[in-house]
C-alpha cells in the first residue's frame, strides 16, 4: 500500500462514525447485504434506487477494496441547461477538434460554489436536506438573470459573472458551507474568489486566438435554466487518467482485466513499469477489479464522466434569461460555431491519414500468445486459426515476437478491407511510412493489397514512429526485424529510404 493511501486509510478510519440512515437502506439490510457496503452502494450509485445498489454491489463482488473505509468527495456546481449548454457543448467539442483538449475538456460546463470535500457515506442524506433548505431559503432571491462577461488570457478563457449576482451565489455557497459543515460533520469550503464558467483553460498560447473565435460564437443570451447539483468521485482516483473502453476484452491471463464496451478505466501513469508494450495497468471503474489490459482496446475518457451526480436543486420551472453584460443581445447577429468552422476551413489539397496496426495476437491471445504455439524443440505452429500460419524468419530467437508480436489473421483481414475502403473512395496514395513493428509493417502492406498499390508503392520504414516512450515505461526494448529481413519476407520495403 502506497504511503499516501496509508494515511488515507488511517485518517478516514479515525472519524467518528455519524447516524445518518436513508430510506433506500432497509430494503439493502433486507436481502442480507451488511450496512456499510449497503451505504457504499447506495452513495456510489447516487441514492437512486435499490435495484442500482444491488447492481453495483454484485458487480463489485470482487472489489479487493470493497470493504476500505473511504468516503466519496462531493463537489456543489452550478450548471446551465437548456439552449446555452447546447452552445457550450458545441464550443466544447469544436475547441477539441481545433485546438486540441485542454484542461476545461475534463468536466462538463459549470460554475464551481464549493469544491470538493469528503463526507462519510451515513451522512450523505444530510447534504441533500442542507441542499434543499437552503435552496427554499433563497429561492426568491436568487436572480432572474445571469450577466456574462467574457474574459480571455494567455492561459484562460471564459464568463465571468456579474459582481451583484455574485456577490448572491457566494451567499448560497456559504450557507450550504455552513449548514452542512455542521450537519454533516465534515469541512466545506464555500468558493469565495471570482465566480466564473470556463472554456478553455492551460492551453498553448498560439491556440488563444482561434478559441477566442470559438468563444464569441457562443451567444449568452440564449434561453438557460441554472441547476445547483451535488456531484461526487472517488478520492482514490483524483490523479489519475481516465480510459473507456472501445471493445471487450476477456482476459487470457489470471494478471489480465475483463472489460465491456463502455466500461471507464482508471489508469495511474506514474504505475506502468510492468506493463509491456501495448498494455496498461488498470482498475474498472465498473467492477473495481485490477490487471493488464490492451490499450487500443481504449479511448481517452473525461474526468466527470466516471463522476455520480446526487441531487439538483432548481429555481422553477420557467427559463432564466441570461444576458452578456446586463444588455439585450440582439439574436439575428448570432453566429453558430458551425457557420465559423465552415470559413475557416478550406479545402485540402494533400492530406495525411494517420491510422494504427490492426488486431494483434498478443490482444487476443493475452500476453503468452507465442508459448502456446512453439513446440518442445522451439518450433512454431498454429494453434488457432485466427493465428498467422506462419511467422517471418527472424536471425535470432522466435522469443523476439513477444516483444515484436505479428497481426492475427482478423487484423490482416482488417488492414485489407481498409484499403479496399480507400479504393472504393479513389483515394490516391503516393507514400507510406510505417513504423519499424512487424504488426505496423503488416498493416501497410495489406492496406496497399487492398488499394491494388502493392509492388508500386513501397513502404518507407521511419523508426520515430514507434511509440518510444512506451521503451522506458516496460524496460523491455523490442528487437525488430531488419530491412533486409522484412524484404525476405516478402514485404514491400523502400530500401533506399534512410
Known sequence: ??????QLYLKVSNKPRGRGTSALLEPLLAKGFPAHLAQKALVATGQKTVEDAVKWLHSHCNDPSLDDPIPQEYALYLCPRGRLHSRLQDFWRESKRQCGKNRAHEVFPHVTLCD???CEDQKVEFLYDVLKKVGDSFCQIFPPSIFLTLHASPSYLGFFIDDGQANILKDFAVAFSTEASALADCHVKPTLKQFHLTLAHRFYPHHQKTLEQLAKCINPGEPCQWVAALYSRDMRFVHYQRLRALFQYKPQNIDELMINAGDLIYVDPRQQSEAGEGWVIGTS??????????????????????????????????????????????????RSVTNVVSLQNAALRRGVLVMSHGERVDQVFGKSWLQQCLTADGKYYRADLNLPSSLPRQKDSMKQFECDPPLSCCGIFQSRLIGEALLEQEVTVSSVYSSPALRCVQTAQHVLQGLKLNQKVRIRVEPALFEWTKWEASRAIPKFMTVAELVEASYDIDTSYR
Open 1 to 6: 500500500m502506497a504511503v499516501a493511501e496509508a
Open 116 to 118: 470538493f470535500f469528503t
Open 285 to 334: 471503474h465498473r467492477t473495481g477489479c485490477r490487471g493488464f489490459l490492451p490499450e487500443n482496446y481504449t479511448e481517452r475518457a473525461h474526468e466527470s464522466d466516471t463522476w455520480v451526480k446526487h441531487r439538483s436543486l432548481t429555481k422553477t420551472e420557467k427559463e432564466l434569461n441570461v444576458k452578456p453584460n446586463g444588455e439585450a443581445h440582439n439574436l439575428s447577429m448570432s
